[in-house]
């Protein structure tokens, strides 16, 4: 492999981390400016993104292969002086349908009750919250420590026990089809769900 080839996995790698390095910097200058504007205060920045990349953990590059959590796991980053008691970081269960609901919940806004979503900082048992996945081919829930993936073009399951084995190395499936049986059908439900509401919304257009 040729060191010097712009698309040789070291240096894509390469690349991505150029990036991630310039967008810490813009991050920068914009709290700075905001700073300098005396807007810091009354500014909330919010950084997050639409997808992880893969960097061979399971065999991939990039993104859009699969659901395992080097691609879809994502930043989610709230910058503002007045939130500092809402603590450096939380370890809760949630997705992108949830922003709304907790951005509105952080500036004290109504909340939208058609909206999906809770809120991130909602009182809300640990085991009450989930998050679903989904690219072409297969679907996903992570629920407590569990998370399960159901490849329904290949009628393949994958379970993980993400506390004891974080980096999706053993599928513990075959050792646990009540856990499976209990998520596909979550899965089931959910689609069937998001079918009628997709439908329903078209409605009132």
Request: glycine content about 6%; hydrophobic content about 35%.
């Amino acid at each position: 492999m040729d060191p010097k080839d712009p698309k040789s996995p070291k240096n894509q790698f390469r690349c991505y981390l150029r990036c991630l390095w310039r967008v810490d910097s813009l991050m920068r200058e914009l709290c700075k400016e905001l700073g300098r504007l005396g807007l810091a205060d009354d500014t909330l920045v919010v950084l997050t993104a639409d997808h992880g990349e893969a960097w061979g953990q399971h065999k991939w590059l990039l993104h859009g292969h699969s659901l395992f959590e080097e691609e879809i796991r994502v930043p989610l980053i709230f910058i503002s002086p007045r939130l500092a008691h809402l603590g450096p970081r939380r370890e809760v269960i949630g997705s992108h349908i949830d922003l709304w609901a907790t951005l509105t919940d952080v500036c004290g806004l109504p909340f939208d009750p058609r909206w999906q979503g809770r809120s991130l900082f909602a009182d809300i048992p640990s085991e009450e919250r989930r998050a679903y996945f989904y690219r072409g081919g297969s679907l996903g829930v992570r629920e407590g420590k569990y998370k399960y993936i159901w490849e329904y073009d290949k009628m393949r399951e994958m379970l993980y026990d993400l506390e004891q084995d974080p980096n999706e190395r053993r599928n513990i499936a075959v050792d646990n089809p009540d856990i499976c049986k209990a998520q596909r059908l979550r899965l089931k439900h959910w689609t069937q769900y998001q079918n009628r509401l997709v439908k329903d919304r078209l409605k009132e257009k």
